[in-house]
Antibody
Framework: QVQLVQSGAEVKRPGASVKVSCKASGYTFTSYDINWVRQATGQGLEWMGWLDPHTGKTGHSPQFQGRVTISMDTSISTAYMELSGLTSEDSALYYC???????????????WGQGTPVVVSS | QSVLTQPPSVSEAPRQRVTISCSGSGSNIGNSAFNWYQHLPGKAPKLLIYYNDQLPSGVSDRFSGSRSGTSASLAISGLQSEDEGYYYCAAWNDRQDTYVFGSGTKVTVL
């Protein structure tokens, strides 16, 4: 079955970077975009960015300008999200999700990975 | 503050029906499709409705979606205790080139 499996929990110091992986299985990795979404404790869902595994093209929310890098390794069907300059406000559950939509205005995510907790603390 | 506005919470008794609204700004949402996600405690979000009113395979037909202009609604009929959780609408914001989620609505089954 289609599945996205993410890397494990991370604890980082302020100012550090974190890299979360998302391994896809059960479908052709290059056929669907991967998106990254996070949820801080007690907050709602926040979209971070996307990756087109077919072209390698990426995009991200202006909220994370200069701090987020989305990449991939197609040989192992894995997407990555790296966030730098961490602060306590980046403590959150980070999700990857497959985009089943068919264009910029037609995006919907299914399935989602299990989530990766990231704690930023000194 | 999200460009998609949802009520913070709704509650209803078991077997009843609830409706969650999602109001978007026309200049931001335009022709984007509205989607709905269910986020239950301790679980990953789940796609509930896509492209305004389409039900994904495997999702109960107790859930239904509709759209009118730049607003959308999610209805849950035959409310069950297992439906308790958060529900988010989402769409592409073409002004900011971002995918935006509503602020989320907490559903409580009384």
């Amino acid at each position: 079955q289609v599945q996205l499996v993410q890397s494990g929990a991370e604890v980082k110091r302020p100012g550090a970077s974190v890299k979360v992986s998302c391994k896809a299985s059960g479908y052709t990795f290059t056929s669907y975009d991967i998106n990254w979404v996070r949820q801080a404790t007690g907050q709602g869902l926040e979209w971070m960015g996307w990756l087109d595994p077919h072209t390698g093209k990426t995009g991200h929310s202006p909220q994370f300008q200069g701090r987020v890098t989305i990449s991939m390794d197609t040989s192992i069907s894995t997407a990555y999200m790296e966030l730098s300059g961490l602060t306590s406000e980046d403590s959150a559950l980070y999700y990857c999700a497959r985009d089943l939509g068919s264009g910029t205005y037609l995006r919907w995510f299914d399935p989602w990975g299990q989530g990766t907790p990231v704690v930023v603390s000194s | 503050q999200s460009v998609l506005t949802q009520p913070p919470s709704v509650s209803e008794a078991p077997r009843q029906r609830v409706t969650i609204s999602c109001s978007g700004s026309g200049s931001n949402i335009g022709n984007s499709a509205f989607n709905w996600y269910q986020h239950l405690p301790g679980k990953a979000p789940k796609l509930l409705i896509y492209y305004n009113d389409q039900l994904p395979s495997g999702v109960s037909d107790r859930f239904s979606g509709s759209r009118s202009g730049t607003s959308a609604s999610l209805a849950i009929s035959g409310l069950q205790s297992e439906d308790e959780g958060y529900y988010y609408c989402a769409a592409w914001n073409d002004r900011q080139d971002t995918y935006v989620f509503g602020s989320g609505t907490k559903v409580t089954v009384l």
